[in-house]
């Protein structure tokens, strides 16, 4: 797998992403957010909170792809 990569995973009820530089250095967690209050969130807010995340990684690694979108900061949303 080309690194490097992000992982999405749910940890003792906790929505965790994850940088992977290589697969032998382990992970660095870029986001650690409680269930309940990613639940809290109205759907919209949350999509915003986790999509955002990803793309501005995505966008950060791979400038020529993603350089010119416009993406909303990390914890921004409509409703802020």
Request: a negative charge; hydrophobic letters at 40%; proline letters at 6%.
């Amino acid at each position: 797998m080309k690194t490097p990569r992000l992982e999405i995973y749910l940890q003792d009820d906790r929505l965790c992403i994850a940088k992977v530089d290589d697969g032998n250095l382990g992970a660095r967690l870029i986001v650690d957010i409680e269930m309940d209050e990613l639940k809290s969130l109205n759907p919209t807010d949350a999509t915003y909170r986790v999509g955002g995340t990803v793309l501005n990684v995505l966008r950060l690694w791979h400038e020529k792809e993603f350089g010119e979108w416009s993406v909303p900061p990390i914890f921004k949303s409509p409703s802020q």
